[in-house]
């Protein structure tokens, strides 16, 4: 029974080994916190631009920014979003184009963004590698890229707030729907093949598994009922950070 134990063991050991060498990956990055790492980013680019004096010209772009939650990342940079919902009071940067679509966007009056960052989001965009795209456009060499996005969610399609509807003249309250989940992989891909950008870290953060995300808001739309369980509680997010044509920091 021993033997077999043992055997069992190294077996699994060897598998284990396969797995954390597989495609030249480290194990160390599929699993941590990812706002721990975007914020050690954040601080490396910061850092980098005073010491080039260029620190009061920085440029930090939010895809999907909402009302601003990830506001205290752009530190002293200028504060931009993008998102559906055009009304925000949280900074007077607001583009207003369809992340979807760069002819909506007047690039030239547009600075170069040397932070980008999206936070749940990209599932709810029918077409990322027409985003990514965009992102390429509006980034320059040593732009940094930050993107998390589910891998395993709950199905949530979201309406506008009513005011923003009503504003908009949306049909049955508008909004946007929830089409695409992503693995690791897929954003290095997407972020490299279409954006120019070298993956320094990415990954899964399983913060949330066991977040309820249900019923968060009265306009939010969900097409899963809970169910006995408590409904779908696998929530896992991957993640992306990247520079542009630049040498990763040695964080």
């Not at 797995?19 to 706002?35: E, I, K």
Request: aromatic letters at 12%; hydrophobic letters at 40%; proline letters at 4%.
């Amino acid at each position: 029974m021993i033997s077999i134990l043992v055997a069992a063991t190294v077996a699994f050991m060897h598998i284990r080994g396969n797995v954390s060498t597989w495609q030249g990956a480290n194990p160390s990055l599929f699993f941590g916190s990812y706002p721990k790492l975007f914020l050690k980013f954040v601080h490396a680019k910061h850092a980098e631009m005073k010491n080039l004096h260029m620190d009061t010209s920085c440029h930090f772009l939010d895809i999907g920014g909402r009302y601003g939650e990830s506001k205290g990342l752009a530190g002293p940079c200028n504060y931009w979003i993008i998102d559906i919902n055009r009304r925000t009071s949280v900074t007077k940067h607001i583009l207003g184009c369809d992340i979807e679509s760069l002819a909506t966007c007047d690039i030239k009056d547009l600075p170069s963004f040397d932070i980008v960052h999206s936070r749940d989001t990209f599932e709810h965009l029918r077409q990322p590698w027409e985003a990514m795209r965009t992102i390429n456009a509006l980034t320059k060499r040593g732009s940094v890229l930050m993107i998390a996005a589910p891998f395993a969610w709950r199905y949530h399609a979201v309406r506008l707030h009513p005011i923003e509807a009503k504003l908009q003249g949306a049909v049955d309250g508008g909004g946007y729907g929830d089409y695409l989940r992503y693995t690791h992989n897929e954003l290095d891909f997407l972020a490299k093949k279409l954006a120019n950008f070298t993956s320094c870290k990415s990954g899964y953060d399983d913060y949330k598994r066991r977040h309820m995300t249900q019923g968060h808001s009265p306009w939010r739309l969900d097409g899963v009922k809970q169910d006995k369980v408590g409904g779908w509680l696998e929530s896992i997010e991957a993640f992306f950070i990247g520079r542009k044509e630049a040498p990763c920091y040695a964080l």
